[in-house]
């Protein structure tokens, strides 16, 4: 392709302002276009934080495209979920595309999306399974508390995902996705279709002028010190635009990954003849037996016990002894799906004794809710020296989130990822926040004092002032609790008080997105969930008008990895104060929270901060900063049921 010589700069401004259709341009979307090209120009990183509703996805979109248009570069953007990745392909860019119809070699600029293994159909599985069904006929597979059927019509979906690169992989939401993804097996050692014929090698080799991609799919490959990574797509990009950016803080302490575990242990059960019901019973009981054990192990591991792990790991080989011997007796054809369970389940456990080996010589072991690891770490990694180092065409990389900065400055951020910046920008929110009462009771129990006491005052406070307001039909509402107990105290409080035609939802009752959606298709409901609702959690209007939280965010003294995190932060000089840095991140993930509130320059709502600390300390922690509601919509006196409704109706719009 041709390139220009303009800057990019200049370029991405002349895109920007020649976009037409329903794009409505403001300032602070040229303000972010003009700081990222610049930073580009100049082959230069750049941190910016750009709050909900100021454009940062047509932002990155337009100087991608003005970058690959001028120089000729290809960029990746990396999002922290696979829904976000969908939303960008299907509807962002498909809107710049339009509303530049007729610019010169758009047609050019092509987009892939590419997900992790785990999104990929496995060839060699498929295989087998088409093999047995034409050898056996229909197979059945277990899934939740009954079986499936499957035949050759049933695979068809996931064949033609084998055939055509631009399907972004398995089929969303099939029980099937389990036995056919590629992400359970070792498969580089002795598959056929490794490494050209695969859909998950095609898609990361696959050279476009703009890949979309996610967080953890960056740091699986980086991670990945064999790889053949100039033959990668993935890494072999000129720019990359992290968005949802915060999520990768933490990545300065991660290491080399040399052993690890996912939890909880899946051995993925491939469907089988219908007629081997024997087998399907024994597979069934060596997968929960297998399970069982392993949970077991992880629990040794969190607490410590290593004297028990010796005795966990030999019944996980008698358990597979056991299996082995019942392999044994099986028709060749049979055989062929399940000795790839087998292998699995031998690796994990090879795996596992390798994590306690290494636990005995001193070594440290790292657990997280997602896995159990040993990491190799000689100082803090940085994440752009290391995309620089793996790829020689590095030029720059962009770091955008709504919530990286503590009280105006990007140092956290930084010493977190190890990225190496010079200054970053923070984008004035374009949100109403002066529509948000911000309701914070004083004289209101400490909840770090007396934890029953605190649990019963907040459910019964929940219990009181929740029904009116959902009985007045003012909107959703959402309770983050920061613990267990206090989830399920307050959903039972709430199943008693709250009336029949009021929707009450649980965090747990339900898949996630199912229990989202549902939600969002109720009038006027209830949701209880844990802290990990702060984010990633969108309920526009009046879906969701009132957000309840049991205390500030503070992570817990118990959190493992957050101590291990300021542990070596510390050893490491990148931070000063432990209590400082866990101030900043409480900051960040407060601002998440009140951040469920307001999607758009449409939406209105209040919060509930049930935490007094915000007044005693709010001058002294300079919590205000982290809440951009103005102090004149601050209620810090103790009201009746009927007075917060009455205010509610009040300050929210008329329709509501």
């Not at 072999?236 to 909880?264: C, Q, T, W």
């Not at 940085?382 to 009280?407: C, G, M, P, Y």
Request: a neutral charge; charged letters at 25%.
């Amino acid at each position: 392709m041709e390139v220009t010589t303009l800057s990019v700069l200049q370029k991405s401004l002349d895109i920007y302002h020649s976009l037409s259709g329903d794009i409505e341009r403001r300032k602070e979307q040229e303000d972010m276009i003009a700081y990222m090209a610049d930073r580009i120009d100049n082959l230069k990183n750049g941190i910016m934080e750009a709050p909900t509703g100021t454009g940062k996805t047509l932002a990155v979109l337009t100087v991608a495209l003005a970058a690959w248009l001028d120089k000729g570069y290809r960029s990746v953007i990396s999002t922290n979920t696979h829904l976000l990745q969908s939303q960008l392909v299907s509807k962002d860019y498909r809107l710049i595309k339009d509303s530049l119809r007729n610019s010169e070699n758009l047609d050019a600029f092509m987009i892939k999306n590419v997900s992790g293994k785990s999104s990929y159909v496995c060839r060699k599985k498929l295989d087998a399974l088409i093999s047995l069904i034409d050898t056996k006929g229909p197979l059945i597979a277990p899934y939740n508390d009954s079986v499936i059927v499957v035949d050759k019509l049933r695979l068809l979906p996931f064949s033609e995902s084998v055939r055509r690169i631009e399907i972004a992989g398995l089929p969303e939401g099939d029980p099937l996705n389990n036995f056919l993804s590629c992400d359970a097996y070792s498969c580089e050692k002795d598959c056929k279709y490794y490494a050209f014929g695969c859909p998950y090698y095609q898609a990361i080799r696959f050279k476009s002028p703009l890949l979309v991609t996610n967080h953890a799919m960056i740091k699986s490959l980086l991670q990945k010190t064999g790889t053949e990574k100039s033959k990668l797509a993935v890494l072999n990009a000129d720019l990359y635009f992290f968005d949802e950016a915060h999520h990768l803080m933490g990545y300065s302490v991660e290491g080399k990954v040399e052993y690890s575990i996912r939890r909880p242990i899946e051995i993925f059960a491939s469907p089988l003849p219908e007629f081997y019901k024997d087998i399907f019973n024994k597979r069934e009981n060596f997968r929960k037996r297998i399970k069982e054990l392993f949970n077991s192990y992880f629990l040794c591991l969190e607490n410590h016990s290593l004297k028990f792990i010796p005795s966990v790991l030999t019944e996980m080989r008698r358990a597979l002894e056991d299996w082995k011997r019942a392999l044994k007796k099986l028709p060749d054809e049979t055989l062929v799906v399940l000795k790839e369970e087998f292998v699995y389940a031998a690796e994990v456990l090879k795996t596992a004794a390798r994590i306690y080996n290494e636990v005995l010589a001193g070594r440290e072991v790292h657990i997280t809710p997602d896995a159990c690891s040993i990491i190799h770490l000689d100082g803090p990694r940085s994440l752009t020296e290391d995309l620089r180092t793996v790829n020689d065409n590095f030029k720059s990389a962009q770091f955008l989130s709504s919530t990286i900065s503590v009280d105006g400055n990007f140092d956290a951020f930084k010493a977190q990822t190890g990225v190496d910046c010079d200054e970053g920008i923070i984008i004035s929110s374009v949100l109403p926040w002066d529509n948000v009462i911000f309701w914070v009771p004083e004289d209101i129990p400490a909840p770090n004092e007396d934890e029953d006491a605190f649990v019963r005052y907040f459910s019964s406070f929940c219990a009181k002032y929740i029904p009116p307001f959902a009985k007045r039909d003012l909107g959703g509402v959402l309770v983050l609790c920061s613990s267990y107990r206090r989830m399920r105290a307050c959903s039972n409080a709430l199943k008693t008080a709250l009336p029949s035609d009021v929707a009450l939802f649980t965090q747990g009752d339900m898949p996630k997105r199912a229990l989202v959606k549902r939600f969002l298709n109720a009038r006027s409901p209830v949701l209880v969930a844990s802290e990990s609702f702060r984010e990633g959690f969108d309920a526009p209007g009046k879906n969701l008008t009132w957000v309840i939280m049991d205390r500030l965010p503070f992570t817990s003294p118990e959190d493992e990895e957050m101590n291990r995190t300021v542990r070596l932060l510390q050893k490491w000089n990148s931070i000063k104060d432990p209590f400082g840095y866990s101030l900043g991140m409480m900051k960040l993930s407060l601002r998440q929270g009140i951040g469920r509130l307001l999607r758009s320059r449409s939406d209105y709502g209040a919060v509930t901060a049930f935490d007094s600390r915000i007044i005693k300390y709010g001058d002294k922690w300079n919590i205000k900063s982290s809440v951009p509601i103005p102090e004149s919509n601050w209620i810090t006196e103790i009201i009746s049921p009927e007075e917060w409704v009455s205010i509610c109706k009040s300050r929210f719009p008329k329709s509501f």
